[in-house]
């Protein structure tokens, strides 16, 4: 088994003055443990105990990673929920999950308490717990104990409870650490939300097992960012945060040479974005792989090529495979479905144990993402099942429509879908966002795609739009372009 969280956490905090957050009054890994040993006592005076959950839905603040990481002393089950969700929204969590303790921000007290939630403002939580000492006495918790429940995006129906153990939490933790070579020297520039794998578990878990520190912003901004550079080694974001930055004059070599390492994940990462970050600071973006089912799964290598477009090769003690549609592994270089299985595979869906038992083959857990492997054993992504395009009785994988029109002049963003057709069943249909100063037209850009695509992949149809609709994480969400489309080909 690996080291537990905590177990790290006490570690750290046995060394004096090593740091865990900079900023103007830099705080300690001693400090940190003291206020997780008052909040872990303050949620034992309310009552909460090991196995109860705790929901919270506030701003992004330091505040969000002492109150997980008590959560995981008291081995209460910590649900963090994005703070956009409305109350109405906030209900299915409330509903599902039947926390005993919500905690919110003030504003929204009087809106869960009408829902029958025991709530309380973060604030006030905050208050009782200084009151309290930092002494306390951790009970035993086993590995496979639960200890967070994450909820999916929900972009194609409900959102659904994803259990995630302790040790698929320092599994994970684990293999990142020693995979990207976090030191205790490292500063992480946190810039991603913390409500989500990523920022949560990703961010702040490879910081606590390594020693390491972070400068922590409230939000991203690409002045902001530019500005922390210098004072960092290591950045994690998603795409738009990279695309945006290179919208900067203030992004070049020099602004980033402090940096050892710059990640990209929870979205793909344009070839073409990937290029031009590394012709303008140098640094070739380490993409990596993961879900909330299963924390990360994949990485480009630290020590190696980082190739565009791929999403590297399984994480250590992390098992993955392409399988067709009889569940059999195939061969090198053909297209299936990616099944991983391991220690940073979840526990199963939070009260659904028949959809758990559905995306499971055995001990393989079935992701829903298409993928196929190259002979040097570097996985490319090639979109959710659900997104594959039959057209005609062929398939069509999205992903490498995308990557031939994110290569063409003029555009800054695509997304390809499929639409009812009456003649070939789904059409191939481009969504793109155009470049700042261009105005793509369909028949040019159908017209470039010949050049490179075979004919049946095609799009049909080229659609310029404003913008992508996307998730907080920067996610497009096609099931909304799907709906939006539908009637695209329909007769009159």
């Known amino acids: 088994m690996h080291t537990d969280i905590i177990a790290k956490l006490k570690e750290m905090a046995a060394t004096p003055g090593r740091i865990w957050l900079q900023g103007g009054t830099p705080a300690t890994y001693g400090a940190l443990l003291a206020e997780t040993g008052r909040l872990a006592n303050a949620l034992g005076s309310l009552g909460l105990g ?236 380490l993409e990596r792989y993961g879900m909330t089912e299963t924390n990360m799964i994949t990485s480009n290598p630290y020590d190696g090529a980082r190739r565009a477009g791929t999403v590297g090769m399984p994480l250590p003690g992390v098992e993955v495979r392409v399988t067709g549609a009889d569940g059999q592994a195939l061969a090198t270089g053909e297209a299936g479905a990616i099944e991983v299985r391991g220690p940073n595979v979840f526990k199963g869906y939070w009260r659904l144990p028949e959809k758990t038992a559905e995306e499971f083959r055995g001990d393989w857990f079935i992701t829903g993402d298409m993928g196929a492997f190259d002979r040097d054993g570097y996985l490319s992504i090639l979109g959710r099942a659900k997104d594959l395009v039959i057209t005609g009785g062929l398939n069509v994988y999205p992903a490498e429509v995308e990557a031939a029109l994110d290569d063409l002049p003029g555009i800054a963003a695509s997304a390809v879908i499929g639409v009812p057709h009456p003649d070939f069943g789904e059409a191939v249909v481009a969504c793109i966002v155009a470049a700042p100063g261009t105005e793509p037209t369909e028949s040019a850009v159908r017209a470039a795609l010949r050049e490179r695509l075979a004919a049946f992949k095609i799009p049909k149809r080229v659609l310029v739009l404003a913008e992508l609709p996307r998730n907080a994480m920067g996610k497009v969400q096609k099931a909304a372009l799907r709906q939006a489309h539908s009637g695209l080909f329909q007769s009159n």
């Open 50 to 285: 090991t196995g109860d959950r705790l929901l919270l839905q506030v701003e992004k603040c330091e505040a969000v990673l002492t109150l997980y990481l008590a959560c995981l002393r008291a081995g209460v089950v910590f649900l963090p929920v994005n703070p956009a969700y409305t109350i109405p929204e906030t209900d299915h969590f409330l509903t599902d999950a039947a926390p005993a303790l919500a905690v919110v921000e003030p504003g929204r007290v009087a809106g869960l308490a009408a829902l029958g939630a025991r709530s309380m403002a973060l604030p006030e939580l905050l208050e009782r717990a200084a009151t309290l000492s930092a002494d306390y006495a951790d009970p035993e918790h086993a590995p496979d104990q639960l200890a967070a429940i994450l909820y999916t995006s929900g972009t194609t129906g409900r959102s659904k409870g994803v259990m995630l153990s302790r040790e698929n939490l320092a599994s994970n933790a684990e293999a990142l650490v020693g995979l990207w070579r976090f030191v205790e020297t490292d500063v992480l520039l946190h810039v991603l939300p913390v409500f989500h794998t990523h920022g949560l578990f990703v961010a702040t878990n490879c910081i606590l097992y390594s020693g390491a520190s972070m400068i922590f912003r409230r939000a991203f901004s690409p002045s902001d960012v530019l500005a922390e550079l210098p004072k960092a080694s290591v950045m994690m974001g998603v795409p738009t945060f990279y695309t945006r930055l290179l919208g900067e004059a203030g992004l070049t070599r020099e602004a980033a040479a402090h940096i050892r390492l710059f990640i990209s994940g929870s979205a793909p990462l344009s070839p073409a974005t990937h290029a031009e970050w590394q012709e303008r600071t140098g640094h070739a973006i």
